[in-house]
């Protein structure tokens, strides 16, 4: 799964990687400068395409849950198993994004003695997500995403046994085309995002990172040693 992440790059070097055309960042892009622990129901900066190109949006981590399932922890990722049919298949069909991040913490070992690693590339890693809006406890609305997981192998495999599904640069148009996905083309997206995601998986390496990061509460978002190796 993906249940915490880092992204430490500013709002000016999300664009120049994800928005090279120009894009339009709403109000909250003088606030935003990174965060080396994200958690769900945090914001964080997402990619999507409303037919006018990519835009950065600061997005709510976080799902609507199902009429028959009103309570319980937040819903933060979407199997790509799943995607095509089902709960997940209007977003995954029409409202697909990119998450940036610099990696994703998983942890080995038992309840109350976790270990946490930090699984990460050499660079930013562009998750796959989807986008939706949902209705908050106090009755507003709220644009939300989740984090697509897929099978983990490689490193990645020996730390847990899902892991995000990440894209690369040569797929991001196709995974944000606003165009509705019907039939051969919902079958066609699957199979590209398996191995985009099966290529960056290769990638992946992980390291032991300070126990101070198992307390998303506790834990200060602004400290860059959360990602660090643990003495």
């Not at 998750?127 to 809006?133: F, P, Q």
Request: hydrophobic letters at 40%.
């Amino acid at each position: 799964m993906c249940g915490r992440f880092a992204n430490d790059a500013t709002t000016d070097q999300l664009i120049r990687e994800y928005v090279a055309d120009g894009g339009k960042p709403e109000d909250w892009w003088k606030s935003w400068v990174g965060a080396y622990s994200i958690a769900p129901t945090s914001d964080a900066p997402i990619v999507r395409d409303r037919g006018e190109g990519r835009i950065l949006e600061l997005v709510r981590w976080d799902w609507q849950k199902p009429a028959n399932r009103p309570k319980g922890a937040p819903i933060i990722n979407a199997r790509m198993e799943k995607l095509a049919t089902g709960f997940w298949a209007p977003a995954f069909s029409a409202a697909r994004c990119i998450v940036p991040m610099r990696g994703y913490f998983e942890w080995t070992g038992e309840k109350g003695d976790k270990t946490p690693h930090f699984l990460h590339g050499d660079g930013m890693l562009s998750a796959a997500g989807l986008t939706w809006s949902m209705e908050l406890a106090n009755g507003e609305r709220s644009r939300c995403f989740v984090v697509i997981t897929r099978e983990a192998r490689d490193a990645s495999g020996e730390v847990h046994d899902r892991m995000p599904a990440f894209l690369t640069p040569d797929t991001w148009d196709a995974w944000l085309s606003p165009e509705k996905l019907t039939g051969e083309r919902k079958i066609e997206t699957l199979a590209m995002l398996e191995h985009t995601s099966a290529d960056i998986a290769a990638t992946i390496t992980e390291h032991v990172v300070d126990r101070k990061v198992n307390s998303s509460r506790t834990a200060d978002a602004t400290d860059p040693s959360l990602i660090e190796p643990a003495a």
